[in-house]
């Protein structure tokens, strides 16, 4: 079994700067990542609220940086996803689809995942229209019709960047207003390819081998209609990929993870960073924040624990 004093597990933003401040702080770390390091990150086409990128930067050139900075720092990164964390006294033994690990502290920044919508088609045609991506899907579509469903920030900076590919973007959104900041919404509502269809929800996703079709319900009065589209791209929000650790710390009612401003979560020797934690803004200037608070935090954590 390998040993080592820190695991991190997950390589999105808060995971690599976790692994970049361990590794400068010679802890003999590895980091986990089940995919490709930079985590939901590299689906976003333009950040530009990320300080020290006048013009901004794209999410997939950031964490490309953020990657190459931490091997710099001699972090070790093995793709394996993990199964399972037991405690076992002073020790944490983990389970990966490539081995078990030993180690005395981990950083849980598994980060979340896209909520689904729920309604008949949306899995039948995911990866034939229906995508969680505009970044990765969007070129595909050039010169035809797509909706998005959602009013946060990703759904309609999602759909502003669409309009470089898609003919028409329709903003499907199940309230009269958008939840998205002010900003961002100016920029949509004075794009001339963008039509917004409020107050309604999708009920259905119809097509034949590709999408062809939403069906439309009107919240106020329960009217359904037909939208011919090519693609819908799904942006309502996310939730945490906590189930791993859903027996061994305490989580919020939405299962996130609770720490304190330290990252310490319920159990000693357990640390939390990134978009896993509960918090009020997820991002990834507070997920690199997280991500060094909690490498600090191990360390110290660790540090005690050779003088007990
Ligand atoms: P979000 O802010 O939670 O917005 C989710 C949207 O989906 C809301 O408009 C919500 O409607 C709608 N929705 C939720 N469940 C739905 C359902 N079942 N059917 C139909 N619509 C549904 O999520 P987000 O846009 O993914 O953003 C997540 C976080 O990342 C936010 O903190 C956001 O600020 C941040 N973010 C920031 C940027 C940026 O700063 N540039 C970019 C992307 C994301 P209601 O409004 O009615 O609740």
């Not at 590794?23 to 609220?49: C, D, M, W």
């Not at 669409?162 to 973007?169: D, G, N, S, Y």
């Not at 509502?189 to 009920?203: A, C, K, L, M, T």
């Amino acid at each position: 079994m390998d040993k080592c004093e820190l695991v991190i597990i997950g390589g999105g933003p808060a995971g690599l700067s976790a692994g970049i401040y361990a590794a400068r702080a010679a802890i003999k770390t590895v980091l986990l990542e089940r995919g490709i390091p930079g985590g939901l990150v590299i689906r976003a086409q333009h950040i530009e609220n990320y300080p020290g990128f006048e013009n901004g930067i794209s999410g997939s050139e950031l964490m490309a940086q953020m990657e190459k900075q931490a091997r710099r720092f001699g972090l070790e990164i093995r793709f394996a996803g993990v199964k399972e964390i037991q405690p076992a006294g002073d020790e944490i033994i983990l389970e990966t689809d490539h081995g078990r690990i030993s180690t005395r502290a981990i950083i849980v920044a598994t980060g979340v995942e896209p909520n689904l919508l729920g309604v008949k088609g949306e899995s039948e045609f995911t990866g034939r229209g229906v995508s969680y991506c505009a970044t990765c899907g969007g070129a595909f579509f050039r010169g035809k019709r797509v909706a998005v469903v959602g009013g946060g920030d990703a759904a309609i900076e999602e759909a502003i960047f669409l309009t470089k590919f898609a003919e028409r973007v329709f903003v499907i959104h199940r309230r009269g207003e958008l939840r998205a900041t002010k900003i961002i919404q100016q920029r949509a509502f004075v794009n001339p390819q963008i039509e917004f269809i409020w107050h309604s929800v999708v009920d259905e996703i119809q097509g034949g081998d590709l999408v062809e079709s939403l069906v439309l319900r009107d919240v106020r009065d329960h009217k359904t209609t037909s939208l011919a589209v090519d693609g819908v791209f799904i942006y309502i929000g996310y939730r945490p990929n906590s189930n791993l650790v859903k027996d061994l710390v305490e989580l919020d009612e939405k299962g996130y993870i609770i720490t304190d401003e330290n990252m310490h979560t319920s159990r000693p020797g357990v640390f939390a960073a990134g978009d896993i934690r509960q918090k009020l803004l997820r991002q990834v200037v507070t997920a690199v924040a997280d991500g060094a608070i909690a490498a600090v935090a191990a360390e110290k954590y660790l540090e005690e624990m050779k003088l007990s």
